[in-house]
């Protein structure tokens, strides 16, 4: 009588099917991870244009109220930083005809403008006055957001823009009310002109 011998079965090259699934599961994990950074550039920079176009709006009631624009976050909100202060188009203490708060109360730094930490660890917001467009306005007012990271400050700029044609003014890239500042260390000027006078 002869013995059977066990046989072994070979093993055949490839993958078992638990194995291209814990493949596809780590490649699912990279592809969510890069998307995500991505949106969260275009979704702050959302929210970064959102504020500066609710403090734009501020900035026009306080004008309503006092005839002169702020150039300190701080002044739509804060009655005491008024007091006194001159810091706006009129060069006046405007405490008088000051009738705020026009906006939600914001962290501001030593000079009176919002700090925005959740764009960018040193991302301040102000009004500030200049000839930012093209237009022909002598002056204009705007809300400028600084040291913003460049792809947020460039997923604002297309969130204000709405995708206008670009072009130049001074060092500025333009479309409609926005401005764009030229980059510099990973960091941009962002800014959203609400008012200007000829």
Known sequence: MKLKQPTTRRRQGGFTLIEILIALGVLAVIVAGVVSYLNLSKSKGQVLYNTMASIASAADRFDLDTSCYPFQTDLLFDKTAVAGNTAN?????????????????????????????????QVTISIVPGSFLPNGSNVQYAVQANSVPQKIAAQAFKACSGGAATTTSGSNTVAGNCYLGTASGGVNTFGYVFAGNS
Do not use: L
């Open 89 to 121: 188009s009129c060069g006046a203490d405007v405490s008088s005809t000051w009738n705020g708060p026009y906006m939600q109360t914001k962290s501001v730094d030593a000079n009176g403008n919002v700090e925005f930490t959740q764009i960018g660890p």
